[in-house]
């Protein structure tokens, strides 16, 4: 949403000659407004009409009164601003909207480097929107000398939504994005052989929800652009973005009626378009890498003035919590940053700054990113459209004899797997041959070193408890079923207060401590809170569970059987009974030490 005004102003320049170098930029400018500049980068622009152009980011330490007249909307030529300018300089273009994409910097070796997008989101500055209030911009002034090989552009679009006239949706700001990412792409890369280079989104706020939108575009729909597309993303990062939803209230009085109000409404907890996105990026990703920065402190809620413009004038509130902006998903580093929702995104490089822990992080995928390029080398026969299978269409036969070593709790390596087929043999390795994996569907055939190897599908187990009291019983039993079956995507429900209550239970802890401490386990992948204790058809396809898993200690208070809570088709795993840690245990021996030292 709407970032805080700064005191500096920057503006882009484009339509710059090839030949021209940053003090050329400077010395256009008359000497007192050259002496408040703070900042400023020159990078090889993607010009869709003319090549061998560049682009200029330029800060000043206040705006210059020449240029207080510039039309944000569509910009001037420089030229008109200031009169006196060179004849050579005439046709520079400038503008403070950044609308398109826009290059920050350069790398000296185009065949080792790492494209890095970031999207702001609605109602936010393109440029602004990460920039620090000491005028820096970290995107531009600091990650391209802490990581050389990557290449850092922005990309900003129509994202004000007061007395807006245009009917635009979520997906549509996506599919345009997802357009101009493709011609990026064509006029970025200077030969056919690095066209699977590789490709970082990143995101702040309701711009993570465009990348990631973009992601399911591109992994559904099969072409060639977004083919090369699709073997080229690497990574999503990111920032405060509103995975389950964002509140809107306090700015639905000021547009309610208006053309732009469906376009709030996409991103509302609950909404078709959130949870149809939840949906397809569970289908859509396997592999893909994913950074989540999330918020820890309350914000200033935006509030829509009669001129459209947003403003922080609300009360604070958490924007985004830990539990909205993560996915927790098998491949994601979360990182936690103690700034509010508009800051989060605007990292300053200082001693005890979070610019250092997400800028190693980001540092991280591109090196896997470049790692995984050149283990995966794109093939010259180019075209080929992997598309990936949906869990509920794909047939898995896995046995479920549970392996002697489970029975124990020695929980198997996840890359081994017991006497529980009768093709295998005590102590044998796990072979990804015994098992089916997701193979690739082509439009033609299979070529040797097509992009990425195929990646085994993830299995979506699904298993429901109270959690109350967490202890190294539970701990074990999600262990057992994170290995059990290989590649498990585990899914953990946690009932509510009041499903419990209905049933006589009562647990200590509130449903909402019980789902964090859960989170906290780093062999769940997913939480469910609030989960129903009557599972539904409708709850199963909604998460695409396929497994599901029962133990009696963990629903016993509530004295239900699986039997009567299933009310769709899965597959079952028993959970073993064993001499493991259970909660009636501990309450036993809670009140065993309290009742000796009571009578002592």
């Known amino acids: 949403m709407a970032s805080p005004v700064l005191s500096q102003k920057t503006y882009r320049l484009s339509q710059i000659s090839g030949n021209m170098t940053s003090n050329d930029i400077r010395e256009i400018f008359p000497t007192e407004i050259r002496q408040t500049i703070q900042y400023l980068s020159l990078a090889n622009a993607l010009d869709f009409a003319i090549p061998d152009k560049q682009v ?64 702001t989101g609605l109602g936010g500055k393109a440029f602004a929107s990460w920039q620090c209030y000491d005028g820096s911009m970290w995107l531009r002034d600091h990650v391209p000398l802490d990581i050389p090989n990557c290449r850092m552009s922005l990309y900003g679009y129509y994202s004000d939504v007061g007395n807006s006239q245009s009917i635009t949706t979520l997906s ?80 639905l009085p000021g547009i309610t009626g208006q053309a732009s109000e469906n376009l709030i409404r996409d991103i509302e907890p609950g909404s078709s378009y959130i949870k149809a996105l939840k949906a397809r990026f ?47 998903w098998a491949n994601e580093v979360r990182l936690p940053i103690d700034e509010n929702h508009s800051m989060i995104a605007k990292l300053a490089k200082r001693d005890g700054n ?33 598309q990936t299978l949906k869990p509920q269409n794909f047939a898995r036969n896995f046995p479920l004899t549970i392996p002697r070593e489970v029975l124990g709790w020695e929980i198997p390596a996840a890359n081994k797997l017991s006497d529980a087929s009768e093709n295998s043999r005590p102590g044998r390795e796990y072979s990804r041959n015994n098992y089916p994996e997701q193979y690739s569907i082509l439009d033609s055939e299979m070529h040797t070193g097509i992009f990425r190897a195929p990646i085994p599908l993830q299995v979506r187990v699904f298993i429901l408890g109270c959690w109350d009291i967490f202890h190294s ?128």
Not at 504 to 530: K, M, N, Q, W
Not at 546 to 573: G, H, N
């Open 172 to 251: 549509e700001l996506t599919r345009c994005f997802l357009l101009d990412l493709i011609e990026y792409r064509r006029l970025n890369l200077h030969d056919h052989q690095n066209m699977t280079s590789s490709l970082l989104l990143m995101g702040h706020s309701t711009g993570g929800l465009i990348i990631k939108d973009t992601w399911c575009q591109v992994a559904e729909e099969i072409s060639k652009p977004l083919t090369d597309l699709y073997h080229s993303i690497s990574g999503l990062i990111f920032f405060g973005t509103p995975h389950n939803g964002m509140s809107v209230a306090n700015i």
């Open 473 to 600: 019983g539970h701990v074990k039993i999600l262990q057992f079923l994170k290995y059990f079956i290989p590649n498990t995507y585990l899914i953990v429900g946690v009932v509510g207060d009041n499903e419990m209550r209905d049933f006589g239970d009562f647990p200590a802890l509130h449903a909402t401590d019980r789902a964090a401490v859960v989170r906290s386990c780093r062999y769940v992948d997913e939480v469910i809170e609030d989960c129903p204790l009557i599972l539904t058809q409708q709850f199963g396809d909604q998460h695409q569970i396929e497994y599901v898993a029962y133990d009696r200690e963990l629903l016993s208070m509530a004295q239900m059987d699986l039997s009567t809570q299933m009310k769709f088709d899965a597959k079952m795993i028993t959970i073993p009974e064993s001499q493991a840690l259970h909660s009636a245990n501990i309450i036993r021996r809670i009140r065993t030490h309290y009742t000796s030292i009571t009578k002592a």
């Open 282 to 328: 569970a289908s859509a990703t396997v592999d893909l890498n994913i950074l989540s920065c999330y918020e820890l402190r309350p914000t200033p809620q935006s509030v829509c003035q009669p001129d459209g413009s947003l403003v922080r004038t609300g009360s604070s509130a958490m924007n985004v919590t830990e539990s909205s902006g993560c996915l927790y």
């Open 56 to 119: 200029c980011t330029i800060t000043f330490q206040t705006q210059p009164a020449i240029l207080a007249s510039l039309p944000y909307k569509t910009g001037s030529l420089l030229s008109d601003l200031i009169p006196s300018i060179d004849v050579k300089y005439s046709q520079i273009w400038i503008d403070a909207h950044f609308h398109g994409f826009t290059v920050l910097n350069n790398t000296d070796n185009n065949n080792k480097t790492v494209d890095i997008i970031a999207l």
């Open 354 to 386: 979070a610019y250092r822990t997400v800028v190693s992080s980001i540092a991280n995928l591109v090196a896997a990113s470049l790692a995984n390029h050149s283990q995966h080398p794109k093939n010259e026969q180019i075209g080929q459209r992997c």
